[in-house]
């Protein structure tokens, strides 16, 4: 948030990040660089959290509790994650979480994305007329 409020990008952003539930991938708005950055727990390979449990894993006397993130939900890759870490050294691993078929529609923004007004599109402001009945007297 703290770079994406010195950017000026938050107030833009801001709504958006929470449709995206908090994929900054998804935000055209957003530059590449914060985007390749702050990553989602399922955007990084499951390899690499394999990897950086098995370094650490040769200081440790039980098992690191590690939790693995899959993209997909084939077999093949929760097979081939689990042969690496074994592979690795990893006595244990803690929880698999594969990324939902289907999210929760966001309650903090409107639901209706069709017609949502964004607030940060500001129309000309209305301005009154000889003819106006409002300002008539």
């Given amino acids: 948030m703290e770079q994406l409020l010195l950017g000026g990008l938050w107030e833009r952003v801001r709504e958006r990040l929470v449709e995206a ?3 900054l991938s998804e935000i055209e708005d ?4 914060l985007r390749d950055l702050h990553r989602t727990a399922y955007q990084i390979p499951p390899e690499d959290y394999v990897r950086v449990a098995a370094v650490a894993q040769k200081w440790v006397d039980q ?3 590690r939790n693995l993130y899959l993209q997909d939900r084939s077999l093949e890759t929760m097979e081939r994650t689990y042969l690496q870490a074994w592979r690795a050294g990893l006595k244990s691993t803690y929880y698999l979480f ?6 929760a529609e966001p309650s903090t923004v409107h ?17 009154c007329t000889v003819t106006c009945e409002a300002c008539s007297s």
């Fill in 21 to 23: 539930r908090g994929d």
């Fill in 30 to 33: 957003v530059p590449q660089t």
């Fill in 63 to 65: 098992g690191i509790s």
């Fill in 98 to 103: 594969m990324a939902p078929r289907m999210y």
């Fill in 111 to 127: 639901v209706n994305k069709a017609l949502r007004k964004l607030r940060w599109n500001l129309e000309e402001p209305q301005t």
